[in-house]
């Protein structure tokens, strides 16, 4: 069941807004999403939050301009998801733009399978191998305290950068790497105001506090600085694919990223990655970067090897970028096809389950585990289970070291990592490995611990959940007036950046359903009469029907076909 609840909207807000030149239906949006004046709208890079605020770049930019003007040997140390590749890539580029000699840069990433996550001890012993002095972490490090050390022990200077929260001790004091500098905004002490700003805007961080150190030196003036805006539109596929929270830094970043993938001003590996998805750049959106882009570029650290996906952004030559965008593509297809499975397998056992508890719903969270299911996958399965279920949910699978490996996906009021935190200190040793976010988590157990697991994740999930909380509520922003139900109107909300904590519009209207019939066998194909107009919907992974009368909440959707566009109603839910 799902609770439709139309949002807020400050009436003087909307108003002053819209006095401002903001389109009406626009202005209304906004105000409802906290913005308080056209001032705040302004994507311009200058008003980017400024890098002296995030602690340690300054040591970090310092370290770096010392290795870069020494033509001393860089390692990256990247991360196996869309996140990480984007971050390594600005980080090779833009130390490239920023005097690195040819030969001096190299990069490592973990695969998934063998090595796990972050700077472990093993991914340092492969980094040697490259004979640096100085290694860069990431979208990973915060919680790499041995990793660190290791490499420290090794000769080697340590920069991490991340933006995960790091690990905490029994009195719940952050225990920090022991590293030359430390950049996350997740760590005790920094000021900055983006909290949720990326591992690869971390990065992009970074960067501009090494060019201010560059500059400060006389390598180069303001006018003939390297221009590192060039590297936004990485900047914001990595943003975007990790789903964080777009806050008004991280929506400039974005907005500045597409902006130059419209106009034509990207990577060849993300052209290529556009090109192989089907997607026109030049009507770039949010949605493209998070459903086509960045799943193509997750899909090599999930069933295959991420360098395929670094490679591909790294790429200079257009046709080189094609061939690995080809290859990344084939990997994506393949991750559907098992993805598919084990979803069903995953539905078929929650069934299971809740018929054996003798209730027809789901506890207060869920945690799954079956041999066959594949380690590449459980995040993407846990948050589909997640959205069906309106539940924490919890996916393992084994890993090529005999353990557990889980990922979990959460719903708002349960903080995931906050609760592993908890379940670590009320069962000592379940619990070998964990980190992540309030929505996103991970953690490594024993096959033995499943059903302690289990328990104790369902314990946590009775205390913090009640029955409000378990429902599903979806925001809406209300009826759509019919003089914007056209195609200038989806075009002008398909411009706008929206995401997590700035959420696309979705509007809510009572409708009469004059046919329905499945397309595919999973989706639900609609007719409706909408305010005396007959209208075409569709509802996405839905196939049951509707009554002759419902209350639809959707979204505004251009959809194109043989060259000829028409608006329709992509359902997201019936109230």
């Not at 040819?102 to 090595?115: I, K, M, N, Q, W």
């Not at 972050?118 to 490090?141: F, H, K, S």
């Not at 690869?200 to 390297?226: H, I, K, S």
């Amino acid at each position: 069941m799902t609770r439709l609840q139309q949002r807020d909207v400050p009436p003087r807000t909307a108003f002053a807004l819209e006095q401002a030149g903001v389109h009406p239906l626009l202005a209304r949006l906004l105000a409802a999403r906290g913005v308080r004046s056209a001032d705040e709208l302004d994507d311009a890079l200058a008003r980017l939050l400024p890098p002296e605020t995030l602690a340690g770049a300054a040591d970090a930019g310092r370290l770096l301009a010392d290795a870069v003007a020494a033509g001393e040997r860089i390692c990256i140390v990247a991360d196996y998801d869309c996140d990480g590749a984007t971050a390594c890539a600005v980080a090779l580029r833009g130390l490239a733009m920023l005097g690195a000699a040819p030969g001096t840069l190299g990069y490592v990433v973990p695969d998934r399978a063998r090595h796990g996550y972050g700077l472990t001890p093993a991914i340092v012993e492969l980094a040697q191998a490259q004979r640096p002095a100085l290694l860069v972490t990431v979208d990973n490090g915060i919680a790499s305290v041995d990793g660190v050390a290791h490499a420290r022990a090794l000769g080697m200077r340590v920069i991490v950068t991340d933006h995960h929260l790091p690990a905490v001790d029994a009195a719940g004091v952050a225990l920090l790497p022991p590293a030359d500098a430390v950049v996350d905004p997740s760590q005790p002490g920094c000021g900055f105001a983006s909290k949720a700003i990326a591992g690869v805007g971390v990065m992009f961080y970074v960067l501009l506090a090494a060019r201010a150190e560059l500059r400060a030196r006389g390598a180069f003036d303001a006018g003939a600085q390297p221009r590192l805006d060039a590297l936004l539109d990485l900047v914001a596929l990595g943003t975007v694919a990790d789903v964080v929270r777009l806050d008004a830094n991280n929506r400039r970043l974005v907005a500045q990223g597409l902006r130059r993938i419209r106009a034509g001003r990207m990577q060849p590996g993300v052209a290529a990655l556009f090109a192989a998805a089907g997607r026109d750049p030049r009507r770039a959106a949010g949605f493209d970067l998070g459903f086509a882009l960045g799943p193509r570029i997750n899909a090599a650290g999930r069933l295959a090897d991420m360098t395929l996906g670094i490679e591909c952004l790294l790429a200079d030559d257009p046709a080189r970028a094609a061939e690995l965008a080809q290859q990344l593509d084939a990997i994506n297809r393949e991750r559907r096809e098992v993805e598919a499975g084990m979803r069903a397998q995953a539905e078929a056992l929650v069934e299971r389950l809740q018929a054996l508890a003798g209730r027809g719903e789901a506890g207060a969270a869920v945690a799954l585990y079956d041999p066959g299911f594949h380690e590449g996958v459980v995040g993407i399965v846990a948050g589909r289970l997640k959205d069906r279920l309106h539940r924490p949910t919890f996916v393992f699978a084994r890993g090529a070291d005999g353990r557990l490996k889980g990922s979990g996906r959460s719903i708002p009021g349960f903080h995931l990592r906050d609760a592993l935190d908890l379940v670590a200190k009320r069962h000592p040793g379940v619990l070998l490995r964990f980190g992540g976010h309030a929505m996103a988590a991970g953690c490594t157990i024993d096959e033995a611990a499943f059903a302690t697991f289990d328990a104790a994740l369902q314990a946590v999930a009775a205390e913090w959940l009640d029955a409000a909380t378990l429902t599903r509520t979806l925001p809406t922003d209300g009826p759509l007036a019919l003089q914007w139900f056209n195609a200038e109107t989806a075009a002008l909300l398909d411009a706008q950046v929206w995401g997590p904590g700035f959420e696309p519009p979705v509007f809510c209207d009572e409708v009469e359903v004059l046919a329905q019939r499945l397309v595919g066998d999973k989706h639900l194909k609609l007719r409706v009469r909408h305010a005396g107009q007959l209208r075409d919907a569709i509802w996405f992974g839905h196939a049951d029907p509707l009554p002759a009368r419902a209350r639809l909440a959707y979204r505004l959707a251009l959809d194109e076909w043989q060259g000829q566009q028409r608006v329709q109603m992509v359902v997201e839910a019936a109230g």
